[in-house]
């Protein structure tokens, strides 16, 4: 069962950033796409926070529980918190256009992103 949260972590992952942001970016106005994502990656965030959680439970109460594990489950679950709790500070970024600040903030979220979909697919390993 402790497999079953990092695989919805990994399809979550691949479905919001190669289907959906890129269909919405091609697909609406620039004012309505960030409405759009400005509603959409919070939520992103919080999900992939509480299937970060979901896997240390299940680790907890299961018998799969390796260090290695217990390491990806609770770093995706603080990449997320992470992730969503720069968002606020990524939008004004963007209000202000403060450019310099935003891609800090855009490839921190990124960066740790890919870290948490790299991990997930590692964790089938560990």
Excluded at 29 to 53: C, H
Excluded at 85 to 93: C, M, V
Aim: glycine share 8%; aromatic share 12%; charged share 15%.
């Amino acid at each position: 069962m402790d497999l079953f949260f990092p695989g919805m972590i990994v399809g979550i992952i691949i479905l919001q950033t190669s289907i959906i942001a890129p269909t919405l970016f091609k697909g609406l106005q620039i004012e309505d796409f960030g409405r759009v994502i400005r509603s959409l990656w919070p939520k992103f965030f919080v999900l992939i926070t509480v299937l970060g959680a979901a896997t240390l439970l299940t680790l907890f109460f299961g018998e799969n529980g390796s260090t290695v594990r217990y390491g990806i489950a609770g770093a995706t679950t603080a990449f997320a918190a992470l992730c969503y709790g720069i968002i606020p500070a990524t939008n004004r970024a963007t209000d202000e256009g403060n450019d310099k600040r935003f891609n800090l903030l855009h490839k921190t979220s990124v960066y740790l992103t890919v870290a948490m979909l790299l991990i997930n697919i590692a964790y089938l390993f560990a």
